[in-house]
T-cell receptor, first 112, second 114 residues
Framework: QKEVEQDPGPLSVPEGAIVSLNCTYSNSAFQYFMWYRQYSRKGPELLMYTYSSGNKEDGRFTAQVDKSSKYISLFIRDSQPSDSATYLC????????????FGDGTTLTVKP | SAVISQKPSRDICQRGTSLTIQCQVDSQVTMMFWYRQQPGQSLTLIATANQGSEATYESGFVIDKFPISRPNLTFSTLTVSNMSPEDSSIYLCSYRDRSTSIQHFGDGTRLSIL
């Protein structure tokens, strides 16, 4: 079983829809939770970053972490065609830990 | 965050040859990573490159095939040796921001082997 499981997708939604992207994990030591967005032919870029449980909002994007359920989500409101990309969740233990553990990614297409 | 750049951005190589990919960060970082990503697939970690010590390789990856150098805190190279068509992939360099634990990525090197 993988440490991080991400809803596989692909996901196709109409413009303006609310999108929910989700990951579950098994390692209770994870404390830092990230969402990356990767456009075609580009490297992953950090989209949202959350420490421990709770919500964080940035414009149309909301990251939610529920450590008790070992579940994280990224919500995109009023989705736009420019949001079409692959979204990767990632998590790590603490500032002295090594690599982050990544989900496999969910490819989102927002249709105009 | 520091700016990270890779070169070449893409290359087409002949079977049996080797290619060295360079990764430059514009500030000093402790941990750097090399990943492989097949088109449409997830990230696969090849190795962690720490300055002043040998790289740590993940299961399935060996130093003879993917030698890594880390001569200082801003630079690393990955060599893909004796290439075969199975090595066709995107190779990504990453560094870890020690204060935030966030990893940042370059745009990758798209490698095709004929």
């Amino acid at each position: 079983q993988k440490e991080v499981e991400q809803d596989p997708g692909p996901l196709s939604v109409p413009e303006g829809a609310i999108v929910s992207l989700n990951c579950t994990y098994s390692n209770s030591a994870f404390q830092y939770f990230m969402w990356y967005r990767q456009y075609s032919r580009k490297g992953p870029e950090l989209l949202m970053y959350t420490y421990s449980s709770g919500n964080k909002e940035d414009g149309r994007f909301t990251a939610q972490v529920d450590k008790s359920s070992k579940y994280i989500s990224l919500f995109i409101r009023d989705s736009q065609p420019s949001d079409s990309a692959t979204y990767l969740c990632a998590m790590t233990q603490d500032t002295n830990a090594g690599k982050s553990t990544f989900g496999d990614g969910t490819t989102l297409t927002v249709k105009p | 965050s520091a700016v990270i750049s890779q070169k070449p951005s893409r290359d087409i190589c002949q079977r049996g040859t080797s290619l060295t990919i360079q990764c430059q960060v514009d500030s000093q970082v402790t941990m750097m990573f090399w990943y492989r990503q097949q088109p449409g697939q997830s990230l696969t970690l090849i190795a962690t490159a720490n300055q002043g010590s040998e790289a740590t390789y993940e299961s399935g990856f060996v130093i003879d095939k993917f030698p890594i150098s880390r001569p200082n805190l801003t630079f690393s190279t990955l060599t893909v040796s004796n290439m075969s068509p199975e090595d066709s992939s995107i190779y990504l360099c990453s560094y870890r921001d020690r204060s935030t634990s966030i990893q940042h990525f370059g745009d990758g090197t798209r490698l095709s082997i004929l």
